[in-house]
C-alpha cells in the first residue's frame, strides 16, 4: 500500500508516473500520423521526386504545379468545359444537406424507436438493423429504381436523398437513447414538457458524442461518393468532386504528369474528412458520463 501512496490514478498536474505512458504514446501518435505526413508531402512533390528512386518520404523541393494542373484540366475542353469549381460546390452543397438530415432523422427516428410506444416499433428496429448486413453493391439496382421512379434522375435531390438511408447512424443514436433513464422522460412530462421540448432540451444534448460519430459518417459517406454521380445523374454540371477527380485521376494515371494531379486530388479528399474530425472529435470521445445526467 505504501509503494502506491506516492502515486495517483488521474492526477491534475504532470507527475512523474505519466513518463511511462508518453514512453509508450508518444512514439505510437508519431508513426500513426506518418501516413498523414506522406499525403501532404506527396502533394507538393515536383514530377522528378514523384518518380525517384530509392522514393523520398518528405518533399525537398515543394511546388503546387501538381494542384494548378488539376484546377487547369477543366479549362482544356476536358468534363464539357465545367469548371472545377462547379463540382465542388456540388459536393459542399450535398455534403451539407446530407449531414444535417441525416442527424436529424436518426435522432428524431432513434427517440421514436427507444422513448414511444407504437405497433411494429420493434419490427422496424429489427428491419433496420437487418440493413446494416447489406453492403451497398448488393441494393444498388433497387436503389436506382427508386431513384428513377421517383423522378429524381439528374436532380440534386439524387445526391441526398439516396444517402439519408443510414442503419447505422440511426442503431447508434436508439442504443445511446436507451441509456437515457424513462424517469427523467416521465419527470419532464409531469412538468408540462411536450415530445419536443424533451427531445430538444434533454435526449439531444446527452446524445450529442452520437449525433457527433453520425455527423462524421454522414459526411465521409457524402463527401467520398461517386455512385450517385455515377449512376443516377447524367448532367456534368450537377456531378460532385468526387466524381470528377475519379474520372481525372483515373484518365491521368497511365501519364507521367497525370500523377501529380492524383496526388493533389488525393490530399484535397483527404482534408474534409480530416478537419471534420478534429474539430468533432471531442463531442465523440465523450460518454453519457461526461454529457452529464444529474
Known amino acids: 500500500m505504501a509503494a502506491y501512496q506516492g502515486t495517483r490514478i488521474n492526477p491534475t498536474r504532470f507527475h512523474s508516473s505519466q513518463l511511462v505512458f508518453y514512453a509508450w504514446l508518444v512514439p505510437l501518435a508519431l508513426f500513426m500520423v506518418l501516413p498523414i505526413v506522406f499525403i501532404v508531402a506527396h502533394a507538393f512533390k515536383p514530377l522528378d521526386e514523384l518518380f525517384a528512386f530509392p522514393p523520398r518520404f518528405l518533399v525537398a523541393r515543394p511546388t503546387l504545379q501538381n494542384f494548378a494542373d488539376l484546377f487547369q484540366k477543366t479549362q482544356k475542353g476536358d468534363s464539357l468545359s465545367i469548371p472545377m469549381t ?20 436518426a435522432a428524431m427516428g432513434g427517440y421514436a424507436l427507444s422513448k414511444k410506444r407504437f405497433r411494429m416499433r420493434k419490427l422496424l428496429f429489427e428491419v433496420n438493423t437487418l440493413a446494416l448486413m447489406f453492403v451497398p453493391a448488393a441494393v444498388a439496382i433497387p436503389r436506382y429504381l427508386i431513384v428513377a421512379n421517383a423522378g429524381l434522375v439528374d436532380t440534386v435531390l439524387a445526391h ?32 408540462g414538457a411536450g415530445d419536443w421540448l424533451i427531445f430538444r432540451r434533454i435526449v439531444v444534448p446527452i446524445i450529442a458524442p452520437a449525433l457527433a460519430t453520425v455527423a462524421i459518417l454522414a459526411f465521409q459517406a457524402v463527401w467520398n461518393n461517386v455512385e450517385t454521380s455515377a449512376y443516377y445523374v447524367d448532367d456534368e454540371s450537377l456531378r460532385t468532386f468526387a466524381f470528377y477527380l475519379s474520372t481525372v485521376t483515373a484518365d491521368a494515371s497511365n501519364r507521367v504528369v497525370g500523377q501529380g494531379m492524383a496526388a493533389a486530388g488525393a490530399l484535397l479528399m483527404f482534408v474534409p474528412n480530416l478537419v471534420i474530425f478534429i474539430v468533432m472529435q471531442s463531442r465523440v470521445m ?8 444529474k
Open 286 to 293: 465523450n460518454t453519457m458520463t461526461h454529457s452529464g445526467i
Open 86 to 105: 462547379r463540382y465542388l460546390f456540388n459536393s459542399i452543397v450535398a455534403s451539407g444537406v446530407v449531414v444535417v438530415l441525416t442527424v436529424l432523422v
Open 160 to 191: 441526398v436523398l439516396p444517402l439519408l438511408a443510414m442503419p447505422i447512424g440511426l442503431f447508434l443514436v436508439k442504443q445511446f437513447i436507451d441509456q437515457v433513464p424513462d424517469s427523467l422522460v416521465e419527470a419532464a412530462r409531469i412538468d
